[in-house]
């Protein structure tokens, strides 16, 4: 069974009089386990289909399946729920909570959306710690680390949710090139590890080498399927 | 909820300039309403006490009407005989009832043989009267002061004004002359045994004499008296213990009017058959009062001004706050936070803020006033030597702090409500 299907996704942002179609009709499906790349120019279209994915917005018209619930049709408190359960956010800012420390970072899913028991929240954190190679760090807070362990972190907030899905909007766009390589191949690794779904979006046509399937979004419209 | 206290915490410090000053504004502001009413109350309860332990006592009893031309001293007025029995009977028997003095107030001429004025003059039982208004011995400054005879028959005590004023010494003989009811004119002469001090209120410049003396110069026959002062055992009873004096003797006057109905076709109004008696607390019957409520009230403008100042600081700096973190907020909810947390979080730092602060400035407060006692401050108030000795007012400092922490809670309530609505997508583009 797919993972995630679009049914022609159509996106509209009205602003005032003005409607800009930002995608035009959007059908696809996505299998369990698979490490996916959304690429495409600026303004393509990636975010807003990210978006529509993370059931952080609603389509204009179309349907959105994600681990057999419909997320399009949740509302919002519904849909903050399902996310915590099912998907993982990586952002390209890194988002972490600044007043919270590393170790708290990756544990506030867990304790504030999943309310896990504190000995399985221990566990949990520091596996995901270990395997992003933040364990030494724990106690430091964002302020106190570098742009790549940042984004280290966030990917073991993401998955110490054990979510079926990860998604990932432009997440190396801050990192020089070297530690984007770093934080992508983590990603993979994770991916591998935990048989988690990624996907992400990206215009770097460097960090995409990663993916095992490839989709172009063009002007909101998928163009191919590349790999 | 640790964990959400924890998080309010840490994001109050993050902001520690901001944080620290608009605590200490809330601070200042608890401080000051604790100080203000621990000073208010404190010098409000010190004033009522010297006037309802000089002179007033807690309550008075009159015939009816007597209040209303209370300026002229009405001797024709006055509570009869059997209206006194019954009320004495009241009076022993109410549980709330301390000790009660018996009373003649009227005018007189005073003369020294030159000049003549006119004064009041209360003439009293003096170990009655000293159970009653125990302060008021200690106020005679000049002479004999004792509480059981401070005024023995044929003796007089005047006030320091009208003493100065005509001359007169200690020892020295004093002529008093005085219209009875019928409106004939006696006189008598006492003898100066004491100087009082004036004090403020009604009866404050009114000289002494023993109530036997007041039968003879008033040509009074049998027990008749035109004022009964009341001392509570607890004054904070004043409220329940008037009402139910008021009631026993209303009882008293039914029971006394019904036999008499047929008897009083007969139209002839048997002096005291009707108990007819009103009774005043001091509050009636002093302005002292219409000070006290204004102290009162001025206590509620600085509560009220409290009020305002935890408002505008609290929801100032929930709401830049909300403004500062709308990223925050939308990273939060787009994994899964849902918005109930949210507005607790919110909620909570709006709240501890308000708290701590409201502590801080409790804490202040009290030992503001806590200085203030030890410091012993004297201060006259009219002619009234007062020290003010504020204490802690327990009271005040819980409703002070509940006040900090509901508008607190008010004021946290509408950034809170706003972050917790933020659609996740917005907010996170807010970055
Ligand atoms: N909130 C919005 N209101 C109006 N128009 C929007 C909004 N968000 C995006 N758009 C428009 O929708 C289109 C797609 O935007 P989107 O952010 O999805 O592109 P993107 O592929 O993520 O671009 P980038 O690579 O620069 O991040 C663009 O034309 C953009 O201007
Ligand atoms: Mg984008």
Same mark, same amino acid.
């Given at each position: 069974m797919s993972l995630v299907i679009l049914e022609n996704i159509k996106k509209d942002y009205i602003t005032g009089e003005i409607s800009t179609p930002a995608l035009k009709g959007i059908s696809l499906s996505i299998e369990p386990g698979k490490f996916i790349s959304f690429i495409g120019p600026s303004g393509s279209g990636k975010t807003t289909l990210l978006n529509l994915l993370g059931g952080l917005d609603r389509p204009t018209s179309g349907k959105v399946t994600v681990a057999g619930t419909e997320?399009?049709?949740?509302?919002?408190? &519904?849909? +903050?729920?399902?996310?915590? #359960? $099912?998907?993982?956010?990586i952002f390209q800012n890194f988002n972490l909570?600044? =007043? @919270?420390?590393?170790?708290? $970072?990756? *544990?506030?899913?867990? @304790?504030? =959306? !999943? *309310?896990?028991?504190? &000995?399985?929240?221990?566990l949990r954190v520091t596996e995901m710690l270990e395997k992003v190679g933040m364990s030494d760090q724990a106690h430091k807070y964002p302020g106190q680390i570098s742009g790549g362990q940042k984004q280290r972190v966030a990917v073991a907030r993401a998955l110490a949710a054990r979510p079926k899905l990860v998604l990932a909007?432009?997440?190396?766009a801050n990192l020089d090139h070297a530690t984007a390589y770093k934080v992508?191949? @983590?990603?993979? +690794?994770?991916?591998? *590890? @935990?048989?988690?779904?990624?996907?992400?979006?990206?215009?770097? !046509?460097? =960090?995409?080498? #990663?993916a095992e399937q490839i989709y172009t979004i063009e002007d909101g419209l998928l163009s191919a399927g590349v790999k | 909820m640790n964990n959400i206290i924890k998080i309010a915490w840490r994001n109050l410090l993050r902001y520690t300039r901001r944080t620290l000053l608009t605590s200490s504004l809330i601070a200042l502001g608890v401080a000051l309403v604790i100080v203000f009413g621990g000073v208010g109350n404190s010098f409000r309860g010190g004033v009522i006490e010297i006037i309802t332990n000089s002179n007033l006592g807690h309550l008075q009893v009159h015939k009816k009407g007597y209040i209303g031309s209370m300026d002229n001293l009405p001797l024709d007025l006055s509570i009869g005989e059997k209206g006194l029995e019954g009320l004495r009977k009241v009076l022993d028997s109410s549980p709330e009832v301390l000790s009660y003095s018996e009373r003649i107030r009227f005018g007189a001429m005073i003369s020294n043989f030159a000049s003549t004025t006119n004064m009041r003059l209360t003439a009293v039982h003096p170990e009655k009267e000293s159970a009653t208004c125990p302060d008021l011995p200690g106020r005679i400054k000049e002479g004999e002061s004792d509480p059981a005879a401070f005024v023995k028959p044929g003796a007089i005590v005047l006030p320091q004004n009208i003493a100065s004023g005509l001359g007169f010494k200690l020892g020295d003989e004093v002529v008093l002359v005085a219209n009875n009811k019928d409106g004939s004119v006696n006189g008598l002469s006492f003898r100066l045994s004491g100087i009082s001090e004036n004090i403020m209120g009604p009866q404050g410049k009114d000289g002494y004499i023993h109530l036997e003396d007041a039968r003879t110069l008033l040509r009074i026959e049998g027990e008749e008296v035109t004022e009964v002062a009341v001392k509570l055992k607890d004054f904070d009873r004043l409220?329940?213990?008037?009402?139910?004096?008021?009631?026993?003797?209303?009882?008293?006057?039914?029971?006394?009017?019904?036999?008499?109905?047929e008897a009083a076709s007969g139209a002839q109004p048997g002096r005291g058959a009707k108990a007819g008696l009103e009774v005043h607390?001091?509050?009636?019957?002093?302005?002292?009062?219409?000070?006290?409520k204004m102290v009162a009230l001025l206590i509620i403008v600085v509560r009220l001004v409290l009020v305002f100042i935890v408002l505008v600081s609290v929801l100032n700096v929930m709401m830049m706050s909300v403004y500062e973190r709308v990223g925050e907020i939308g990273t939060m909810a787009s994994i899964g936070t849902p918005p109930n947390k949210i507005l607790a979080l919110f909620l909570t730092e709006g709240l501890s803020l308000g708290f701590f602060s409201g502590v801080i400035g409790s804490a202040a407060g009290a030992g503001i006033l806590l200085l203030l006692k030890a410091l012993e401050i004297p201060f006259t108030f009219g002619s009234m030597d007062l020290v003010l000795s504020p204490s802690v007012p327990v009271g005040e400092i819980a409703l002070a702090l509940l006040v900090v922490i509901v508008i607190s809670a008010l004021a946290s309530l509408q950034p809170a409500l706003k972050a917790s609505r933020m659609e996740p997508v917005d907010a996170l583009r807010h970055v």
């Open positions: 997320i399009s049709a949740l509302d919002r408190r &519904a849909s +903050a729920k399902f996310r915590g #359960e $099912n998907i993982g956010f909570i600044p =007043v @919270l420390s590393v170790y708290e $970072n990756v *544990e506030f899913p867990l @304790l504030m =959306v !999943q *309310e896990l028991p504190p &000995a399985e929240r221990r909007d432009e997440p190396t992508i191949g @983590l990603m993979h +690794a994770m991916k591998k *590890e @935990l048989d988690t779904t990624f996907i992400f979006a990206t215009h770097d !046509q460097k =960090v995409v080498g #990663e | 409220t329940g213990a008037t009402s139910s004096i008021k009631k026993e003797l209303a009882d008293l006057a039914g029971a006394g009017q019904k036999p008499g109905a607390t001091w509050e009636e019957l002093s302005p002292f009062a219409s000070i006290a």
